[in-house]
């Protein structure tokens, strides 16, 4: 079974950039769709964007299209997703998830998660 780590989250101002990172360990990454979700407090945990193996097939949730980017390095078994104008209701936990088979964005099709992320930002 695959093991996902997330990274690169942190406190930013409204308008600022991050770029989130899934590293991969176990399994065979290539093979695994993966999911970027999100939960803020009280809130559900929700989808933002996920990637299929091979990097063609993406989806976006329309609450980040434009501003959010998802990509992968099947070489360095990492999956990217680039936060571009961020925005106080961006602030949450992110998750990144693997699933064999295609891309899907319900929590109950994702059979690994990671530890998740904190991503702030400020007004």
């Known amino acids: 079974q695959v093991h996902l780590v997330e990274s690169g989250g942190g406190l930013v101002q409204a308008g600022g950039s991050l770029r989130l990172s899934c590293a991969a360990s176990?399994?065979?990454?290539?093979?695994?769709?993966i999911g970027w979700f999100r939960q803020a407090p009280g809130k559900e945990r929700e989808f933002v964007a996920a990637i299929g193996w091979s990097g063609r097939s993406t989806n976006v949730a329309d609450s980040v299209v434009g501003r959010f980017t998802i990509s992968r390095d099947n070489a360095k078994n990492t999956v990217y997703l680039q936060m571009n104008s961020l925005k106080p209701e961006d602030t949450a936990v992110y998750y990144c998830?693997?699933?064999?088979?295609?891309?899907?964005?319900?929590?109950?099709?994702?059979?690994?998660w990671g530890q998740g992320t904190q991503v702030t930002v400020s007004s």
């Open positions: 176990g399994g065979t990454f290539s093979s695994y769709a």
């Open positions: 998830a693997a699933r064999s088979g295609p891309i899907r964005t319900e929590t109950t099709e994702f059979a690994s």
